[in-house]
């Protein structure tokens, strides 16, 4: 295997000023794919001297927008971050300067601590418009102080990338053959960047604001996608999901669980779901919280193995002051005390390595599945059928208003379906017309056409556009849906 891997060509990261985002799915399936263990030989931690472990991710992101210019219906595409720092009187539109300086900026510290003989972990997210956005800004030294820790063999122990879907979609209410290619196109694009051999690393998925749907049939696609994709793991926030098959709360969320997605028809898929706890409050990463809740936790036995619990935190790794000013300060202090403690920083694909090691499995990991669906499956009569399931559903609404199938998120009280119709009907709309022309003809994905289609339809399904759901940046989604099915009309 890396022999084959290293015989590729390096793609272009851009092409025709478009990001590089499909064309040579079969290679990059062929390194996904790859069931090595990439990182634990190397990662120079002693996990059988540990009483307990930490792992934090920053997660990085600005949308692509309609904003180039006055006109909105003909203003160039570019990246939010650009528009803050043309516009720096306009709200908070001065941070954009500190934004720059995040995103590049674990790749000075981590060299920096490696340096002074410490062991420093961090798990980075970035999502596909972020990424293609500073490279259209002319940002290459951020993409290259993180080329520098992602690929030499000196710091690249030190740091762990997890996918993502590439518009930054949530999952729950993105048409699940277009989430598909979300996460196909990161994957594409990752590899452009930085190269097959750092691709092969990337183990772990993170879906765009902890969003994980809930309903059946939605949520086993969403699974199957990441199967499929390559993915071993995928980070779950606790409140997102319940005990299986019971439907009682987690017992232990410091221990890897088995996600199990089963649909309407009875058919089963899973994933091993790594617990993110707690809420979205970017001080529990700005501060290090991971490392102090660690602390109180001592080693436990799964499957008849000792072993030391893990806790996750995931953060937004720009926003807030605590994240821009608080952070960096506080990771030197805190990787420089645990470093040599049995409380022992690390990424979580290294820690699962370490399982498998001892002879510990997916299997072996309690199942859990979305929450909510314990009161389906007291009802739904085995392999029905999505009618069967529907009027379960129906049925259980009635019963209790509380009661949804809209998913769950980092704190579990946003829907991404209700009031949302408004960018929701366009975006269902573009989706049809993309399923109809680039996917059911005979259109190469190596056509500048397809990629140009691709792109407007993955960033008009960015969550930015419906969290805020109202004002300009529902105008920026409407209109590029709009640009969506021009190409699709025209072009096609």
Request: glycine share 8%.
């Amino acid at each position: 295997m890396k022999r084959m891997i290293d015989n590729i060509i390096q793609m272009p990261d851009r092409i025709d000023g478009l990001p590089n985002i499909c064309g040579a799915d079969g290679q990059i399936a062929d390194v996904m794919y790859s069931t090595e263990p990439m990182v634990l030989n190397e990662c120079g931690i002693d996990f059988s001297r540990s009483k307990s472990v930490f792992a934090i991710a920053l997660h990085m992101h600005q949308p692509l927008i309609p904003a180039g210019g006055g006109d909105l219906r003909t203003a160039e595409v570019i990246s939010n971050l650009k528009h803050m720092l043309d516009n720096p009187t306009v709200g908070d539109n001065h941070n954009a300067p500190v934004f720059i300086d995040c995103y590049k900026r674990m790749g000075d510290i981590v060299p920096q601590l490696v340096s002074e003989g410490k062991n420093p972990r961090v798990m980075l997210e970035y999502s596909g418009c972020l990424l293609h956005g500073l490279r259209d800004m002319g940002l290459d030294e951020v993409i290259d102080n993180l080329k520098r820790i992602t690929l030499d063999p000196r710091y690249r122990r030190c740091v762990e990338w997890l996918g993502a879907p590439w518009g930054h979609a949530v999952a729950p209410s993105t048409p699940v053959q277009d989430y598909r290619l979300h996460v196909r196109a990161w994957r594409h694009h990752f590899a452009a960047i930085f190269g097959f051999s750092a691709l092969q690393r990337v183990r772990g998925f993170s879906p765009a604001e902890m969003a994980l749907p809930n309903h059946p049939d939605v949520c086993f696609e969403f699974v199957k996608t990441l199967r499929e994709c390559g993915y071993r793991w995928v980070l779950v926030q606790e409140h997102t999901v319940e005990t299986a098959p019971d439907g009682s709360a987690l017992r232990n969320r410091h221990l890897p669980h088995r996600l199990v997605a089963k649909n309407s028809y009875g058919e089963t898929v899973s994933i091993t779901a790594v617990i993110k706890t707690q809420g979205s409050d970017t001080k529990l990463v700005g501060q290090m919280q991971p490392y102090y809740e660690a602390r109180g936790l001592s080693r436990m036995t799964l499957a008849g193995r000792s072993l030391p619990p893990i806790v996750t935190q995931i953060a937004d790794g720009e926003n807030g002051g605590v994240m821009m000013n608080d952070f960096p300060p506080k990771y030197f202090e805190v990787m420089n005390e645990a470093s040599s403690s049995e409380t022992t920083p690390c990424n979580v694909s290294e820690y699962l390595e370490f399982l498998t090691s001892l002879g510990i499995e997916e299997e072996d990991f309690l199942p859990v599945q979305p929450v909510m669906q314990h009161r389906i499956w007291e009802r739904m009569p085995e392999g029905g059928g999505p009618q069967a399931l529907q009027s379960v559903i129906e049925t259980l609404r009635e019963e209790d208003h509380r009661f949804h199938m809209e998913g769950g998120s980092w704190t579990n009280n946003i829907s991404w379906v209700r009031g949302y119709e408004n960018v929701l009907g366009p975006m269902e709309k573009a989706s049809s017309l993309f399923s109809q022309k680039a996917l059911s003809g005979n259109v190469s994905h190596t056509e500048k056409r397809f990629r140009n289609a691709l792109f407007h339809l993955l960033v008009s399904q960015t969550s930015c556009f419906r969290y805020w759901g109202e004002g300009v940046w529902t105008d920026y989604g409407r209109e590029l849906c709009r640009r969506t099915m021009d190409i699709l009309e025209y072009d096609f």
